[in-house]
T-cell receptor, first 115, second 112 residues
Framework: DSGVTQTPKHLITATGQRVTLRCSPR?????VYWYQQSLDQGLQFLIQ???????AKGNILERFSAQQFPDLHSELNLSSLELGDSALYFC??????????????FGEGSRLTVL | AQSVTQPDIHITVSEGASLELRCNYS??????LFWYVQSPGQGLQLLLK??????LVQGIKGFEAEFKRSQSSFNLRKPSVHWSDAAEYFC??????????FGPGTRLSVLP
C-alpha cells in the first residue's frame, strides 16, 4: 500500500460527459502529480501541484483541469469526454516540489472507459 | 528535450534465468534515474534510484541497476528471475527543476 488513495477505481461514462477523479496523497506529501496511461501513449505526465499551486504542466488537454485543495487532496476534471480519453489515470505524490523529489508514490489508478 | 528509451517492448525469460532490461536516456547533464515496476492492476512501485555516487545501485526484490555515463544507460538486472517478477518495468529520469519522464515500459513474462 503506497498510501495514495484514488477514487473511483473504475468509471464508465459516455462521450461528451464530464467526470472528476480524486486523489488523496500520502500523509505529509505536498506534491501531487497526475499521469495518464494508455496503450498507445504510454505513461504521460499531465500536471503537478505543490502545496495548492500548479507547479508544472505536461501534455494536459484544455478539456482537462485539476486543482489541489488546502487539505492537499487533488481532483482531476475531465470534460467533453472523447473515446480517446479512455485510459488509466494515476495520481502520485511526493514530499518535495522539484529537485531531489526522489520517490514518487503512486495510487492504484482510476480506469476510465468512455463509450 | 530529455527522453527515455526502452528498446525492448516485451521480454520473456525462464524462471531462474538472469534478466537485463535496457534503458537509455537523452539529456545533457546527469539526471536522476529510476526504475519502477507495475504489476497488473497496480500502480507503479519504485525498485531503485540513482542520484550520484556508486554507479551500481541495489534495489528491492533483488534488483540492481548500473549507471553508465558513457553509454547514457541505466540497465536493470536481476541474477535469478522469479515468477512473481512478471510485470511492466519503467525507467524514468528526473532532471533538476524538471519533471519525471518515463520510458515506454518493458513487459516481462516469466516461463515456469
Amino acid at each position: 500500500d503506497s498510501g495514495v488513495t484514488q477514487t473511483p477505481k473504475h468509471l464508465i461514462t459516455a462521450t461528451g460527459q464530464r467526470v472528476t477523479l480524486r486523489c488523496s496523497p500520502r500523509s505529509g506529501d505536498l506534491s501531487v502529480y497526475w499521469y495518464q496511461q494508455s496503450l498507445d501513449q504510454g505513461l504521460q505526465f499531465l500536471i503537478q501541484y505543490y502545496n495548492g499551486e500548479e507547479r508544472a504542466k505536461g501534455n494536459i488537454l484544455e478539456r482537462f483541469s485539476a486543482q489541489q485543495f488546502p487539505d492537499l487532496h487533488s481532483e482531476l476534471n475531465l470534460s467533453s469526454l472523447e473515446l480517446g480519453d479512455s485510459a488509466l489515470y494515476f495520481c502520485a505524490s511526493s514530499h518535495k516540489a522539484g529537485a531531489n523529489t526522489g520517490e514518487l508514490f503512486f495510487g492504484e489508478g482510476s480506469r476510465l472507459t468512455v463509450l | 528535450a530529455q527522453s527515455v528509451t526502452q528498446p525492448d517492448i516485451h521480454i520473456t525469460v525462464s524462471e531462474g534465468a538472469s534478466l537485463e532490461l535496457r534503458c537509455n536516456y537523452s539529456y545533457g547533464a546527469t539526471p536522476y534515474l529510476f526504475w519502477y515496476v507495475q504489476s497488473p492492476g497496480q500502480g507503479l512501485q519504485l525498485l531503485l534510484k540513482y542520484f550520484s555516487g556508486d554507479t551500481l545501485v541495489q534495489g528491492i526484490k533483488g534488483f540492481e541497476a548500473e549507471f553508465k555515463r558513457s553509454q547514457s544507460s541505466f540497465n536493470l538486472r536481476k541474477p535469478s528471475v522469479h515468477w512473481s517478477d512478471a510485470a511492466e518495468y519503467f525507467c524514468a529520469v528526473l532532471n533538476y527543476g524538471q519533471n519525471f519522464v518515463f520510458g515506454p515500459g518493458t513487459r516481462l513474462s516469466v516461463l515456469p
